[in-house]
């Protein structure tokens, strides 16, 4: 039976093995629509189509007089669009916005009912409860507001004054503040772990200096758990 690989799931905790190329294909949103677009212009009466139609099996001549026709067409549809959009609001305006919009509502939930309803009627939720452990008091409740800050070190700095059952000779035996740095962190923590009587042979200067490389080695996981 191997042994368990661990490398990997220590080095998940750093950001030092972190990888910056990312081979994976990006889909953004302007990519999708243009698919979409594409595909829409390939379903059903297009106005691509339309021109083939006109202008396909036909000479130069006739075909140069269907494309301004075709042009012409546009022009007139766009002319007609904008002047029935003036007039829509010209007799809109003295009506009011809600009174319109509560009409077509009217005559819109008439003729279908669910189509005037609010969105998300028709969904389905879940109110099932999940059991949730209950939240711990942070060790800082006691302390004023003022003195609350962000820093890590400092924290940990004042839950090792603070804490009770800890001699002043155990404090001492770290020989150094946490003040440092992430290392003095990361020292301390092994010289606990050493002083449980785990691993009497390595000293905490080895144990230490074992973990960073680790961290910080380009070599893959299982490499470094197999030495």
């Not at 009409?103 to 059991?131: E, K, M, W």
């Amino acid at each position: 039976m191997s042994p368990p690989r661990l490398t990997g799931a220590l080095r998940s905790f750093s950001n030092v093995s972190k990888k910056e190329d990312f081979t994976e294909h990006l889909h953004d949103l302007k990519t999708k629509r243009l698919k979409r677009r594409e595909l829409f212009a390939r379903e059903g009466l297009t106005w691509q189509k339309i021109v083939h139609f006109c202008s396909e099996d036909q000479d130069k001549a006739k075909r140069q007089a269907a494309n301004q026709e075709l042009k012409s067409l546009l022009l007139a549809a766009k002319e007609i669009a904008e002047a029935s959009c003036v007039c829509v609001a010209r007799l809109v305006a003295p009506l009011g916005e809600s009174r319109v919009e509560n009409f077509i509502q009217t005559l819109c939930s008439r003729h279908n009912p669910q189509r005037g309803s609010a969105f998300g009627r028709n969904i389905v939720f879940s109110y099932d409860c999940y059991t949730l452990d209950p939240l711990e008091d942070l060790p800082c409740s006691g302390i004023d507001e003022e003195d609350v800050s962000l820093d890590f070190i400092n924290f940990l700095n004042n839950q090792q004054s603070g804490r009770k059952g800890v001699s002043e000779g155990e404090l001492s035996s770290s020989g150094r503040s946490l003040s440092s740095g992430d290392g003095a962190i990361l020292r301390t923590e092994v010289e606990k772990y050493l002083n449980g009587g785990n691993m009497i042979s390595s000293s905490p200067e080895e144990l230490c200096t074992s973990l960073f490389e680790m961290l910080a080695s380009r070599r893959s996981d299982d490499e470094l758990q197999n030495e």
